[in-house]
């Protein structure tokens, strides 16, 4: 035995070579696997403790001897009850064989782990003990670490909500967290061949693809592996499950193992499924018009800009045909909002139904439609008119048929539709948008229910209509607006006012016509603060001629447009004025006409009754050219009618035009108001009008309009009579 061939004083004085190797190679092994000899001879009482069995204990050999209580002394005191124990069973002779655990208290205070092992052999009365201490401090202390890893591990992995799992393919093993109960609805799936458990719960439709990938990355060279697939659950549920894993493979690449994560991504599939529909909402929001579900404006310009930008094969161009409804406006007023709603929304079907396949459909905003026609690369631009006249004259077509918007109403409404061509180039969707915008006005200008197509000359119109209303803008900031005054005369040559006509004279154009700018003025909104410039110098130069004895007497007449009479604030505005100026009101007269009155007549009734009870008078300008109407006629607080110059132009060599002259008169006459005629330019207009009872006239018979200093100069100087045009002092001569 070679507990025999170590022990100390024992050996055979034979010194074989052979014998000293041995021992040499069993000092040599003890000390690399931490292993000391001990022997006990009972009842000599002989004892052995090899070097390693003293390293172990932590003593010196040669100042230690070898005892069971230098043994003892070196246990740790809480263990050594349990080491005599052992020591005791082995010695009553059951068992034979012990192996215990016990730790061991060095010198120094240091504790460590050691492993008795104990052997018994009897003869006779001689008993034997041998056996091996071994030092297990390291492996204690990597169990230890390990259970502590494991313990990390199991917490990290329930903290986790993914599921981990390890599949030792070679060994047909698998180990995975508690947290796939949850994920599978059952107990965990793996087992001695967990490939086919596994797949048995995937969603029959993902199943081959699963079983397909699998095989492939396992067969494969790559170390990572990931697939996203259903999973039904034990109670039917499916879920979607993300499984990730790395793949260890052995020298020759074979896959021997696999460790990953199961994760329960059905939440987010939830979630990124309904963020992809919000976000379609959104869009559909963005470029659908709510009402009728049709493309809007934003859509339009995408689309626009794309096809301008982006050539596409077979596709060279297109056309915009621009609709807006006519008079849509009076349906709202009538029916209200609900049933413009509803026409709008049948509108946008029957748009549908009559344009061609390919062709888009959009609702601008409010009443105004468009459509949007593509043209293939091989048509011309011939082809493309016709090809968009077509469309333009189908449509106005389509609305010749009634819109029922409900069971008791049925609705007549047309278009005008302005049409532009378009080419993939430098052009603008703005531009487009703008010329098709353009021809659309140009429809409603030819009498409405018609179709026009875009003209450069209709941008250069719309140009200067910019350029001129910007240089109003500036005209009302630098005073380039000036007062001239038409005078008035009774038929016996009496100056008794006049008219106040406003002049425009700018540094470049020159004198522009009111003709040209007024009407604009009226349709940007102008026509409101300049109307307010033109009351507040009338009324100011009232307040001064009112110092001047031959002015005194004179009045001034004052044209008001339609958006000013209209406005809340009209009446407060004119008053404001007369308090502010100190004007005489009997001496101011507005002159309004026909088409102003004929819209929303009550409200332009209260505020002439307002104003009149204040003093101010009121003329009636152009009778006879609008929509005169004897109904209205009568209940306005009018004071005065203005015979129109068209009628007066002609009144000596038209019968027609001398007719409707002496009518007015009369029914001037007849509704006690007086009369004035406009545009009197010789002796005979002015003999006939006095003739048949007209008391006052203006034109260029007497004298041109005037600024203000000449007509206050003509009015010292003017000796008026019959026939006094003869007379008209020089100081108005041009």
Known sequence: MAQHFARQGQLSNENSSEQAYIVQQLVTLQRLGRIGLWEVHLPEHIYFFSEEMYRILGLDPHKSHATPETYLAAVHPDDRQKVKANMTSVLQGHPLFVELEHRIVWPNGEIRHATVRTEVARNGKEILLYGTLQDVTEAKRAEADLRKNEERFKFAAQALSDAIWDWNIREKRSWCSDNIDILFGSACPFSDDPLALWVEQVHPEDKERVLHETRAALNGTANDFCIEYRFLQQDGRCIDILSRAVI?????????????????????????????????????????????????????????????????????????????????????????????????????????????????????????????????????????VNRARILGEKILGAFRLPFILDEHHNYFVTPSIGITLFEQGPETAENILKQADLAMYQAKAAGRNTLRFFDPEMEAVAAARVALERDMREALLENQFELYYQPQFTCEGRLIGAEALLRWSHPTRGVVSPVKFIPLAEKTGLIMPIGLWVLTTACSLLK?????????????????????????????????????????????????????????????????????????????????????????????????????????????????????????????????LAVIAEGVENEGQRKFLDHHGCPAHQGYLLSPPLSADRLESFAKTWHGQAGASCHTPDSVRD
């Open 544 to 672: 001064r001629w009112s110092t001047i004895p031959e002015c005194a007497g004179l009045a001034i007449a004052v044209n008001v447009s339609a958006l000013q009479l209209r406005s809340a604030g009209f009446v407060e505005q004119v008053l404001t004025i007369m308090e502010q100026t100190g004007a005489d009101p009997r001496k101011l007269k507005i002159e309004l006409t026909e088409s102003v009155l004929v819209d929303n007549i009550e409200d332009s009734i209260a505020k002439m009754m307002v104003l009149k009870s204040r003093g101010v008078g009121f003329s009636l300008d152009d009778f006879g050219t609008g929509y005169s109407s004897l109904s209205y006629l009568k209940r306005l607080p009018l004071d005065q009618l203005k015979i129109d110059q068209s009628f007066v132009r002609d009144i000596e060599t038209d019968p027609n035009d001398a007719t409707i002259a002496r009518a007015i008169i009369a029914l001037g006459h007849n509704l006690g």
């Open 248 to 384: 260890i493979r052995d020298d020759t690449g074979e896959a021997v193992r696999m460790i990953g994560t199961l994760i329960d991504v059905t939440e987010r599939k939830q979630a990124e499924a309904t963020r992809k529909d919000n976000e379609q909402k959104i869009r559909h929001l963005a470029f659908h018009d709510s009402l009728t579900g049709l493309a809007n404006r934003a859509h339009l310009a995408e689309r626009l800009r794309h096809a301008l930008a982006v050539p596409e094969p077979g596709r060279h161009g297109g056309a915009i045909l621009l609709l807006d409804l006519d008079d849509f406006k009076a349906l709202n007023d009538t029916f209200g909002h609900a049933a413009g709603d509803q026409l709008l929304k049948l509108v946008a079907e029957r748009l549908i139904a009559f344009v061609e396949k390919g062709d888009t459909v959009i609702r601008l905003g409010g009443d105004e439609f468009v459509v949007l026609q593509e043209h293939p690369a091989e048509e011309d631009r011939i082809e493309a």
